[in-house]
């Protein structure tokens, strides 16, 4: 079956700079790569999310990006602020599945 | 209105007590799914309905419960637990249960004492 394995485990970065959480999955059926961030006391919210006829998408200050070949997927948030502080998940999908299949999280932590 | 409400926030039960877990949402989805989470962990698919069926049960123990009285309302309802069974409980919905994006309730924390 699909296994996703996320990293790196926790990420500690200046406010202002960039932060970037890799994610690779094995199954190459996989074709939907969501993004969910975590804050304390509260369940995951969906932040961004890519389809694999796509290799990129933006929306403000993060992106994700898609190397299907190498199986790889991406976020990168810049300009990081302390409220983007969070855990943060990587799932993948197969189109035929009811089954979102999540990375094991990062933890981010951004110093003010 | 893009939420998915869940009801309670925190319960404390026995390990003989029944109690039910509630989720709500008006976005017109007809797929809902419970999850559960423990502590620094992912979410863990527990069961998923479509169209007010039960789809797919993840080979959960008979001492959950899972209910879907409406295509906007999702019980669980809890009987007999362990304190293992110690977690948040996710409600997640989506438009249909494949190929669409899923959308996380808060979460009730449940405690087994």
């Known amino acids: 079956g699909e296994n996703v394995e996320q990293h790196p485990s926790t990420l500690s970065v200046q406010e202002g700079d960039s932060a970037v959480i890799k994610c690779t999955y094995s199954?190459?059926?996989?074709?939907?790569f969501p993004w969910y961030k975590q804050e304390l006391g509260k369940g995951p919210q969906l932040i961004i999310d890519i389809r694999s006829n796509v290799g990129e998408k933006k929306d403000q200050r993060i992106a994700v990006t898609l190397n299907k070949t190498a199986k790889h997927f991406s976020l990168h948030i810049t300009e990081t602020q302390p409220e983007d502080s969070a855990v943060y998940f990587c799932?993948?999908?197969?189109?035929?599945?009811?089954?979102?299949?999540f990375g094991s999280g990062t933890r981010l932590l951004v110093r003010p | 209105d893009t939420e998915v409400t869940q009801t309670p926030k925190h319960l404390v039960m026995g390990m003989t007590n029944k109690k039910s877990l509630k989720c709500e949402q008006h976005?017109?989805?007809?797929?809902m799914y419970w999850y559960k989470q423990k502590a620094k962990k992912p979410p863990e698919l527990m069961f998923v309905?479509?169209?007010?069926?039960?789809?797919i049960n993840e080979s959960v123990p008979s001492r959950f419960s899972p209910e879907c009285p409406n295509s906007s309302l999702l019980n669980l309802h809890l009987h007999a637990l362990q304190p293992e069974d110690s977690a948040l409980y996710l409600c997640a919905s989506a438009r249909l249960a494949v190929r669409e994006k899923l959308f996380f309730g808060s979460g009730t924390q449940l405690s087994v004492l």
């Open positions: 309905y479509s169209y007010e069926k039960l789809s």
């Open positions: 199954d190459s059926a996989s074709n939907y």
């Open positions: 799932a993948a999908r197969k189109d035929s599945s009811y089954k979102l299949i």
């Open positions: 976005m017109g989805h007809r797929a």
